[in-house]
C-alpha cells in the first residue's frame, strides 16, 4: 500500500507571501527557505529521496529511477523504487496521486493537461509497467464553484470532456469531476478530498493572490 500525504501552507520556514511551507522554487520565494521545506517534509515522510517536477501544464510523463536528478522537467512522474518520493506542485491545479500497486505516480492536473488527456497517458503508462487495482487520489483543488473562464475555453473544456461542464451562463469548469470521469474509465477508484483551494485558508491559491507558494502531493511505495 503506497503512503501518500498533502501538504498545506503550514509548518515550514517561508514568510510573507509564501508563509510558511513553501515547496515551490519558481514563484520568488528565498530559495534557502525553500530547500529547508523540503528537506523538512521529506525528513517527516522518512523518504531517502524526494523528487519534483518543473511543471509547465505540458504531457511530459518521467519515470524516476536511480541517478535522478531531484528535479525534472515533466507533469507526471512514476516510480517502482520505495526510497524515492515524488511530488507533485499546486496552487489550484489538480494534485493527482496514483497507486498501482507496484508503482506509484504523481500528477499535475491543470486545464490544459485535463484536457490534453495527461490522466488516461498515466495510467497507459501504469499498466504498460504492470500496474493493477489502481487507487487515486484527488487533492485539494480550485472547485467547480469558483474556477471561472472565458466564454471560449469553457466551450472547448466542455466539447473535451462534458463532466467539466457546471451551468452555461457562469462559465465555471469543474476540473475535478472531470478528472473523476477519466479515471473512472479505466475502473480507477477515486478519493475526492473536496477541498478548495481558493475557499480554503489552509491551502495555496493562484487565484485568490497571483504571488503565493505552493503545496505538495507526495506518493511513494
Ligand atoms: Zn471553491
Known amino acids: 500500500m503506497a503512503k501518500f500525504l498533502f501538504s498545506s501552507k503550514f509548518g515550514g520556514v517561508s514568510a510573507g507571501d509564501f508563509a510558511e511551507l513553501n515547496l515551490g522554487n519558481h ?3 528565498l530559495p ?5 521545506n523540503r528537506t523538512q517534509l521529506r525528513s517527516y515522510l522518512a523518504l531517502q529521496h ?3 517536477m ?18 525534472i522537467d515533466a507533469d507526471a512522474l512514476i516510480t517502482s523504487d520505495p526510497s524515492i518520493g515524488i511530488a507533485v506542485l499546486t496552487a489550484d491545479c489538480i494534485p493527482l496521486l496514483i497507486d498501482a500497486g507496484n508503482c ?12 490534453g488527456g495527461i490522466i488516461p497517458r498515466v495510467l497507459e503508462a501504469l499498466i504498460n509497467k504492470g500496474g493493477s487495482q489502481m487507487k487515486a487520489w484527488i487533492g485539494p483543488a480550485i472547485c467547480g464553484k469558483c474556477y471561472e473562464v472565458s466564454p471560449e475555453i469553457y466551450a472547448d473544456v466542455v ?15 469543474d476540473l475535478p469531476a472531470g478528472a473523476i470521469a477519466q ?16 475557499e480554503s485558508p489552509q491551502y495555496y491559491s493562484y487565484r485568490g ?9 507526495v506518493i511513494s511505495l
Do not use: M
Not at 493572490?209 to 502531493?217: D, K, M, N, S, V
Open 27 to 29: 514563484v520568488g520565494d
Open 54 to 71: 518543473n511543471q509547465s501544464h505540458g504531457s511530459e510523463i518521467f519515470t524516476v529511477e536511480k541517478n535522478y536528478p531531484d528535479q
Open 32 to 36: 534557502d527557505a525553500v530547500l529547508k
Open 159 to 173: 466539447r473535451e470532456i462534458p463532466e467539466t461542464a457546471t451551468s452555461l451562463e457562469s462559465h465555471r469548469l
Open 183 to 198: 479515471l473512472r474509465e479505466y475502473g480507477v477508484a477515486t478519493e475526492n478530498f473536496h477541498r478548495c483551494t481558493l
Open 104 to 115: 506509484v505516480a504523481a500528477v499535475h492536473v491543470g486545464r490544459k493537461g485535463l484536457a
Open 50 to 52: 524526494l523528487v519534483f
Open 209 to 217: 493572490q497571483a504571488r503565493t507558494g505552493r503545496f505538495a502531493g
